[in-house]
């Protein structure tokens, strides 16, 4: 079983793109949480463990700004959450109330959270992104949270984008958005990833070299072979 450390490091270097092409031979489609892209350019590629925290709809005697001092809110979620993970916020996709404002993503990033993904918005959005918070989410809203949502429960299964996300998952964030990867086969996925990411450059090559799409992509016999000859050449 691969170490946190070792999981990091080797998934670090390859794409969500990549991600969902082994995950679909393993028979998992529907991997990549919908509405949750990056909230700013270059916040490069994240892995963490998942975090969950869940919404549902405002109802009018639970989402108000009393409520932002109850035992259940997302400021006691936030300080339940642990140094390195990645917070997953099924907001609905409700784009008309912002979960998360300045604030609250200041809090998490002195708590050494690594990310927040949501398939909802965040508020204050100068603020948010002063606090240096890596953010996934469709985008902001100036309304606060209870405007449209009433938070729930922490540390629970979430549909996220249209996801299931179980506490524990491991998530991986890029440019491309979001993908989860089930705790139960991410030592499987290492190798396979590792492997498809190196095939793929190598066909970039040659694509770059200008050799044609058929037989290379995906690759025939005889390329298989010219590619397991540079793998040897290369030391792998």
């Given at each position: 079983m691969a170490s946190e450390t070792d999981i990091k490091e080797i998934l670090s270097k390859i794409t969500t793109a990549t991600l969902t092409t082994i995950l679909l031979?393993?028979?998992?489609?529907?991997?990549?949480?919908?509405?949750?892209?990056?909230?700013?350019?270059?916040?490069?590629r994240i892995v963490g463990r998942a975090f969950t925290l869940r919404f549902v709809p405002a109802r009018e005697d639970l989402a108000t700004p009393a409520s932002w001092s109850s035992p259940i809110s997302t400021r006691a979620a936030?300080?339940?959450?642990?140094?390195?993970?990645?917070?997953?916020?099924?907001?609905?996709?409700?784009?008309?109330?912002?979960?998360?404002?300045?604030?609250?993503?200041?809090?998490?990033?002195?708590?050494?959270?690594?990310?927040?993904?949501?398939?909802?918005v965040v508020r204050d959005l100068e603020g948010v992104l002063g606090t240096g918070l890596p953010v996934w989410c469709s985008g902001a809203a100036a309304p606060p949270s209870v405007a449209g949502l009433t938070f729930v429960a922490w540390d629970q299964p979430v549909g996220c984008g249209g996801v299931a996300i179980f506490p524990g998952d491991l998530i991986v964030i890029d440019n491309d958005g979001g993908v989860v990867i089930p705790a139960a086969l991410v030592d499987e996925i290492l190798d396979d990833a590792t492997e498809q990411e190196r095939l793929e450059g190598w066909i970039m090559q040659e694509v770059n070299?200008?050799?044609?799409?058929?037989?290379?992509?995906?690759?025939?016999?005889?390329?298989?072979?010219?590619?397991?000859?540079?793998?040897?050449?290369?030391?792998?």
């Open positions: 031979k393993k028979g998992l489609r529907n991997v990549w949480i919908r509405g949750a892209m990056p909230l700013k350019p270059d916040q490069g936030i300080e339940a959450m642990p140094e390195g993970c990645i917070a997953v916020v099924d907001a609905m996709g409700n784009k008309d109330a912002g979960i998360f404002g300045d604030i609250l993503c200041a809090r998490m990033q002195k708590r050494n959270v690594a990310a927040l993904v949501t398939d909802g070299k200008g050799a044609a799409l058929p037989g290379l992509y995906p690759a025939n016999a005889e390329n298989k072979a010219r590619y397991e000859e540079w793998k040897k050449q290369q030391g792998h």
